[in-house]
């Protein structure tokens, strides 16, 4: 069962003999993790995080961002031997075998087109709140989901609270918004982009010049009065989905997109050298810039979780939350932090800079498709190498004629996408998200180890250092946050993971190319798709 391995010296040898144009340096990776990861996780999920720890969210970015270091160390060394597309799964494949690698790859649905459906409501967020700031007022009713999901509550048999009927009223059925968005991207990936790397660079440096500005002007205006109580909902545990610990296991989207850069090797000079100074370098600065940002929305205007009329603790995202921040906000206080869809422009407009933060939401609004986009093209490249060995029907494999793209995927892609944008918040996106990254991210860890004993004489240009200690804290790290996700992010990931199994066992098994006895590594296929905004083979830079 867990014998179908495809033969690492078969990858290795078919990237060397492949001469596809190669034009990524350094800086441009290490801009490009920037750009992937800098979008909705910093923009939106403050407020998500800040409803489950409160001021203690600074925390959770540190142990979210330790668990993602560690995580990436990992990478560095197998993304640096094995400089193909694929990602996870197709070092899980060559390393654990076909079985894994599969739920892998099933998997990175949930982190990729999942990922990209919470982008999109956070582009939503902010549009929508941009239109408000100039007096155009979007209706709520095609805005967001907050009524369809408090009907659904009810019709599960929860107690009808003041808040759930609140949400019920005042909330919508749908994000149109946020389905818009995803019908643009999915239409822009199958028509294909020639955009070099220096766009990605423009809308990197968009973002950064946003979040700038705001930690130059929120930092000056702390109060360390804000930041009591520090914990208002304890360090949390690993099973309620709240705490510390909570916050970190929704903040682990905030730093989701590095894995982008190993996607990027085939394109990349000496990827052996820059791919880990893209991911380590990538996820450096991310950090630095959350810390700065959460410490600046803290300090300025608090962070404290909102509970219920009866004192009790709302989930985020919850329609009982929906229904009780409309009710503050009806009755005349200000929004606080967690309530906020927009929670940086809320900030700003707070402490009195309306303007800046008219300018940091048009940041969000022009750079956030841009990250839409990258983790679309992520999963249409990793189901598109996964139907070239067979594993998925050959249709999704089947590039467009004319645009040279694999339109059929692109297009199953972006309708999953937009279902699920149209549907759900932007928190409980996000954690189902997490749920399939953190499975990747353990068994790229695992994938590590497991080489190192089985080929501990192969070349490995970056070696992963302290590595019987590095890659067990990522396994435990990513289980430990696993745990920490709330029940139905938990189920998520055993539910389509279980759905996964059956489509191998009735499909894939029969069909794979390797268990056929087909040695075949068609990852670095010159007519294989290109990175969108990041040069194309023999595009000009």
């Known amino acids: ?69 560690v995580a990436a160390l990992c990478y560095s060394e197998l993304a640096s031997m094995v400089p193909v597309a694929g990602s996870a799964y197709t070092y899980t494949y ?30 939503s967020n902010h549009v929508v709140g941009a239109l408000s700031d100039a007096g155009v007022h979007f209706p709520a009713v ?16 929860k107690p009808a609270s003041p808040d759930l009927l609140n949400a ?12 818009f968005i995803v019908i643009a991207v999915t239409g822009l990936l199958i028509k294909g982009t020639t955009e070099s790397a220096t766009f990605n660079a423009v809308l990197v440096v968009v973002k950064l010049v946003a ?148 300018w940091v939401g048009m940041a969000a609004v022009i750079a956030l498709p841009s990250v839409v986009l990258m983790m679309m093209f992520g999963q249409t490249r990793v189901f598109f190498v996964m139907a070239r060995d067979g594993l998925l029907p050959p249709a999704f494999a089947k590039v467009h004629p004319r645009f040279k793209t694999p339109y059929v995927v692109t297009a199953v892609t972006g309708l999953f996408a937009l279902v699920f944008a149209g549907l759900l918040p932007v928190g409980s996106l996000a954690d189902y998200s997490n749920s399939g990254t953190l499975f990747a991210f353990a068994m790229v860890a695992i994938s590590v180890m497991v080489l190192r004993v089985r080929e501990p004489e192969r070349k490995r240009s970056f070696r992963t250092p302290a590595i019987w200690l590095i890659a067990p804290l990522a396994v435990i790290g990513c289980v430990v946050l696993y745990l920490a996700l709330d029940l139905p992010s938990k189920l998520v990931l055993f539910g389509w993971g279980g759905i996964g199994l059956v489509v191998y066992f009735l499909y894939s098994r029969s069909r794979s190319h390797v268990g056929l006895g087909h040695v075949e590594v068609h990852e670095l296929d010159e007519d294989a798709p290109g990175l969108p905004l990041a040069p194309m083979p023999g595009a000009d830079v």
């Open 142 to 157: 095609i805005s967001n989901a907050d009524a369809l999901m408090a009907k659904v509550a009810l019709a599960f048999g």
């Open 211 to 358: 979040l700038t500005a705001f930690i130059a002007l929120t930092l000056p205006n702390i109060h360390t009065q804000n930041f009591h109580p520090f914990t208002p909902t304890g360090m949390g545990n690993l099973t309620g989905g709240t705490g510390v610990i909570g916050a970190a296991a929704s903040i682990f989207f905030a730093y989701v997109g590095f894995d982008a850069v190993s996607t990027a090797a085939e394109e990349t000079i000496n990827p052996q050298r820059n791919v880990p100074i893209g991911l380590i370098g990538s996820l450096t600065i991310c950090t630095i810039i959350y810390l700065l940002v959460a410490a600046g929305a803290i300090g300025t205007v608090g962070a404290q979780p909102v509970v219920s009329a009866a004192g009790a603790y709302l989930a985020s995202g919850s329609p009982e939350m929906a229904g009780r921040c409309a009710a503050i906000v009806a009755g005349g206080a200000v929004e606080p932090l967690v309530c906020s869809k927009h929670a940086l422009v809320h900030v700003l407009q707070t402490i009195g800079q309306p303007s800046v933060g008219w």
């Open 1 to 69: 069962m867990f014998g179908r391995i495809k033969p690492l010296d078969a990858i290795l040898a078919t990237a060397k003999s492949k001469s596809l144009h190669r034009s990524l340096g350094p800086v441009q990776l290490v801009l490009l993790g920037v750009g992937a990861v800098i979008g909705t996780g910093i923009f939106v999920l403050t407020a998500v995080a800040a409803q489950k720890a409160g001021p203690g969210m600074m925390l959770s970015f540190v142990l979210a961002g330790f668990v993602c270091a």
């Open 168 to 179: 019920l009223h005042t909330g919508g059925f749908i994000n149109l918004p946020a389905v």
């Open 94 to 123: 060559a390393v654990l075998g076909e079985v894994m690698a599969w739920m892998v790859g099933w998997a990175l649905v949930l982190e990729y087109a999942l990922g990209a459906s919470a982008v999109a409501v956070g582009w």
